[in-house]
């Protein structure tokens, strides 16, 4: 015991007692720095694994505020045409809310007058959990709702889908919904493309040119309003590629609020509206005639000296000659008579092939959606084929036209129009509907028209303007013609000489105005549009005014006599 006491007793010396202070240190040094290595090894494994296992592109950009969460849409040299930006939403959950239900209602709906008082009263007592008060909202609205004080009152911030040229293309781009998905025009086309984790980083861009696309808007809308007509469409293509460069339907409509718009101004006539677009086809079944042999000489003359019977009706010249007319005659003068008399040569066979050649039985090539189907003729008798050589009893939209216009002037090569930029190199091969030879002849023979015939008020100086002319009487909607309604259109190309671009403007319905004396043919109402287009966006593209160059139609000359309006 007394061993035991004295043992118990004794104290550890100093030496010992830091020894086992330092080791004890040790361990516990040692736990921490396994336990972090643990910890760092499991951080690097997992860092290992995401860079193996998961898609990096597309982690990055999702987590990544800076990358939107819809492309941005821009014209052909960048210019934005519609991008996405944070807006505000203003929600309530009806459950909380802890004021005066019939006040709040009172005071939401002086702020936001959309919905009635009993309206709000209504969503106010709603078993819901969040419902939208507005969305879309600018600033000042938010700042006025929170100054309402009710906590059941909630503001997030959204994407929206913003247009900052506002009205400007606003049938070629479409316009997305709430939840911002495409769901007309270019929005709706480009869905996939616009959302694509890896893609919406960048940039779609157009083959619009905002310059063009606004001198087109502006000078077409200044014609419907001054012609009171029912509406209009102007088109500028690239004939070498088949890019659209310009598309314009009137009226228009703002993707910023294509809800709030009349349900009319949504219709592109571009694409969706189909006419009989009446002489405008002349040039189209002279070239075909040339194709086929039935026209192997200017000179030839076809008899227009008197109406032609067709059963009881009989097809008349609007300003007859009265007497036999050479090929550059015909189109200078545009002659219902004589061309179909050509079309009577070609038969059913060969004109169904030189239209289906230009795709005019079937939707116009473009990317949209919104196109309308062509009225292609069930029975191809020989009323059908005289009237079709002339524009009447076939349908086609003024965007099938302009490709087939390209084709008439370009060497021959038809190519879908597109609303997408084509890349250089990248031009489609097309096909071949018209040989090299009848193209050059034909941008002779539209020469023609604007420096002797219809196409004169689009004759700008400088500019070798070439087209023709088409008035045609619109259908009614009780069926038949309505001979005091026209559909006037005038296709065009410059420089006529060397080819770039097609401007075609269709007036729907226009009236006689003084600055146009009265009439309503294509001459006076389409063609001034034409001619006001090309001298302003002419530079724009590249092509210099010139008077010093032209068509060289000196042995085509001659085969006129007495050419007019």
């Known amino acids: 015991m007394a061993t035991l006491a004295a043992h118990a007793g004794r104290s550890i010396p100093h030496g010992e007692e830091d020894q086992h202070g330092l080791a004890l240190t040790h361990h516990r040094l040692m736990l921490v720095l396994l336990l972090f290595a643990g910890v760092t090894a499991l951080v690097v494994l997992r860092l290992i694994f995401l860079q193996a296992f998961t898609d990096r592109t597309g982690s990055a950009e999702l987590g990544n505020p800076l990358i939107p969460p819809r492309a941005d849409i821009v014209d052909r040299n960048g210019i934005p045409l519609a991008r996405t930006i944070d807006a505000w939403s203003i929600g ?19 702020l936001i007058p959309e919905r009635s008082v009993a309206e709000y009263r209504r969503m106010l007592g709603a078993e819901s959990n969040y419902l939208y008060l507005a969305r879309r909202a600018v600033p000042e609205l938010v700042a006025a709702v929170n100054a309402l004080g009710e906590p059941a009152v909630v503001f997030n911030r959204e994407p929206e889908r913003l247009y900052p040229q506002a009205a400007m293309a606003g049938h070629v781009l479409g316009w997305t919904d709430f939840d911002g998905r495409g769901v007309a025009g270019m929005e709706r086309v480009l869905e996939e493309r616009l959302t694509d984790p890896g893609l919406r980083g960048s940039p779609v861009a157009l ?45 228009t409509f703002d993707p910023n609020a294509a809800g709030r718009s009349d349900p009319s101004a949504l219709y592109n006539r571009a694409t969706m509206g189909v006419y009989e677009l009446g002489s405008v086809f002349k040039p189209i079944t002279v070239a075909a005639a040339m194709e086929a042999g039935v026209i192997d000489s200017m000179a030839r003359k076809w008899d227009a000296s008197a109406p032609l019977a067709i059963g009881r009706f009989r097809i008349s010249d609007y300003r007859g000659q009265n007497r036999a007319l050479t090929v550059p005659e015909i189109l200078v003068h545009s002659s219902n008579i004589a061309t179909a008399r050509v079309a009577d040569a070609m038969g059913p066979e060969r004109m169904q092939a030189a239209f289906r050649a230009l795709g005019f039985h079937e939707p116009a090539h473009i990317e949209l959606h919104e196109r309308g ?68 002849r034909m941008r002779q023979l539209l020469r023609l028209v604007a420096t002797h015939g219809s196409g004169r008020n689009a004759n700008v100086p400088g500019f070798r303007v070439g087209g023709k002319t088409g008035t045609a009487e619109k259908v009614s909607s009780s069926g038949g ?23 075609l ?36 593209l590249g092509i210099i005014p010139d008077e010093n160059r032209d068509v060289d139609n000196s042995e085509l000359l001659p085969l006129l006599a007495n050419a007019g309006r």
């Open 373 to 440: 189907g062509t009225l292609w003729p069930r029975d191809w008798g020989r009323a059908t084929v005289l009237t079709s050589g002339f524009g009447h009893g076939i349908a086609v939209t003024p965007l099938h036209l302009a490709s087939a216009y390209a084709a008439l002037v370009n060497g021959g090569v038809w190519r879908p129009a597109t609303l997408m930029r084509i890349k250089p190199g990248q031009t489609p091969r097309g096909r071949r509907v018209f040989s090299e030879a009848t193209s050059r």
């Open 505 to 540: 403007v269709m007036m729907d319905a226009p009236k006689g105005t003084a600055q146009t004396h009265g009439f309503t043919t294509a001459g006076w109402t389409a063609a001034p549009v034409v001619g006001s287009v090309i001298a302003r966006v002419g530079p724009l």
């Open 92 to 110: 309530v959950h009806p459950r909380r809310v802890i004021g005066d239900r019939d006040e709040l209602a009172r005071r939401l709906h002086d």
């Open 207 to 251: 083959a619009i040119d905002s310059r063009v696309q606004a001198t087109m808007e502006s000078e077409l809308a200044s014609a419907v309003a001054v012609q009171n007509a029912e509406g209009g469409t102007g088109i500028v293509l690239d004939v070498r590629t088949g890019e659209v460069i310009a598309m314009a339907s009137a009226p």
């Open 481 to 503: 013609y309505s001979r005091r309604v026209n559909v006037s259109t005038f296709a065009a190309a410059f420089p006529m000489d060397d080819p770039h671009y097609v401007v």
